[in-house]
């Protein structure tokens, strides 16, 4: 049944991605290399665990119209409705499917992405420790034990240059038509936390309160005017528009507030396979070389852990789907109610602005070298040695201090010189 989809995307993404790229190195082998094995490897992401537990009996996925099984994975995968951000632009395996009246909506959480748009399968995009992302797809079928295919079409697009070459996330800001044809030619990026606000969101549907933001979300192009002026907007959208037929998304919402998570998260995951995946390959073909492409990954993750580049909010954002306050309960906190995720959207995305992708399975799973180097570099940094460069002058001491609180009480493997001074 994917053979339609898998053919249209291959045609709309032939050749390379277009537009902004990240500024991190890439991948420097493939993923055949055997210190990777990508596709033979076994591998232990959530989406495996939920496949080994259906299987044996011990899990049931719910079937129940108009969702079908979505509601009950979200469930099962731990993910919460609130986060749902929705795209209208034919961006993924299921191109012919989407709409601005049928757009793609997507949750998720620390770990996975599902995607679905009303009448298509269920795509998912989850991260393995050691691997990186894994794409699988559910049939909307109901059957006794549904199975997750591993459909290979995926990696056409999910291994590029923007991805650092590594199979990873890819999140797309494309002027989109009515029919929600892509429209490169007027406006074509990627984004991370690092993108001007001015230049996210083309394609995708903002809800909430942009304030003085301006961004290219909720705006349908003409696809008969290729001159066209991009004109990036303040949005206060408090729900997702009229045209949305009801039922093909779970909540009225594309929450601001979970789309910049989602712009931060995702560049973020792919810089920590990239992280492991390059060290392994130092390590099995040059290992002589191994120490200095550690501290030199490492650089590019810690800069992005820390937000050193984070393109800054010209004024307070607000949400309206729960999402913020499911966000930041989830901790760990310190003594002092302190922690990582909690949210700002005043100036910036983070309170205090140190990713909490520290505490995931994938930072926890880099190899030895890799995580050394990482945290020796992320002391370089808090401990105020760059504090006269300028790029990291917006780090301020009080920021300093207060992640390194934070995480001397919540962060397990910490190494014993974080007990250090903060200059």
């Known amino acids: 049944m994917f ?105 998720f959480n620390d770990t996975t992405a599902v995607a679905f748009p009303g009448g298509g399968f269920i795509e ?93 979300g909720n705006t349908l192009m003409r696809s008969d005017a290729p001159d066209q002026n991009v004109r990036p907007a303040a949005s206060a959208l408090p729900a997702l528009p009229d045209r949305v037929a009801s039922g093909r998304t779970v909540t009225a919402h594309s929450d601001i507030a979970a789309l910049v998570v989602f712009d931060h998260q995702m560049h973020g995951m792919n810089l920590l396979a990239r992280t492991g995946w390059d060290i392994r390959v130092a390590v099995a073909d040059a290992p002589a070389t191994a120490g200095a492409v550690a501290a030199r990954v490492a650089a590019d993750l810690v800069d992005y852990l820390l937000f050193i580049d984070e393109a800054p909010l010209a004024g307070p954002v607000r949400g309206d789907s729960g999402f913020a306050a499911t966000f930041a309960a989830k901790g760990p906190k310190d003594r002092a109610g302190r922690s990582l995720r909690d949210l700002d959207l005043a100036t910036r995305l983070l309170k205090y602005p140190c990713s909490y992708l520290v505490y995931s399975e994938a930072f926890d799973a880099l190899p030895a070298m890799a995580k050394d180097a990482v945290y020796a570099r992320l002391w370089h940094v808090l401990s105020g040695a760059e504090r006269e460069t300028p790029r990291y002058a917006r780090l301020s001491r009080a920021d300093r201090q207060a992640i390194t609180e934070i995480l001397r009480e919540t962060k397990k493997d910490l190494p014993p010189y974080f007990r250090g001074r903060v200059g």
């Open 124 to 216: 998912i995009a989850t991260q393995d420790p050691r691997q990186g992302f894994v794409f699988y797809v559910l049939e909307q079928r109901a059957v006794a034990r549904p199975q997750f295919l591993r459909p290979s079409a995926c990696l056409t697009c999910h291994v590029a240059y923007a991805t650092l070459n590594v199979p990873g996330a890819l999140v797309r800001s494309v002027a989109t038509g009515a029919a929600g044809q892509t429209l490169p030619f007027v406006w074509n990026g990627t984004t991370s936390h690092r993108t001007p606000h001015a230049e996210r969101w083309a394609g995708w549907y903002v809800t909430g309160r942009s304030g003085g933001v301006a961004h290219l």
């Open 3 to 107: 053979r339609p989809a898998i053919a249209a995307a291959l045609v709309l993404w032939a050749g390379a991605i277009f537009g902004q790229q990240p500024p991190d190195e890439t991948f420097s082998a493939t993923p055949d290399h055997p210190a990777i094995a990508y596709a033979t490897l076994p591998t232990s992401d959530a989406v495996r665990r939920l496949a080994r537990n259906i299987e044996a009996g011990s899990w049931r996925l719910d079937f129940k119209p108009p969702h079908g099984y979505l509601r009950s994975l979200l469930g099962a995968l731990d993910i919460a409705e609130s986060s749902q951000v929705v795209s209208f632009s034919k961006t993924s395996l299921q191109a012919e499917t989407i709409s601005p009246a049928n757009p793609r909506a997507i949750y």
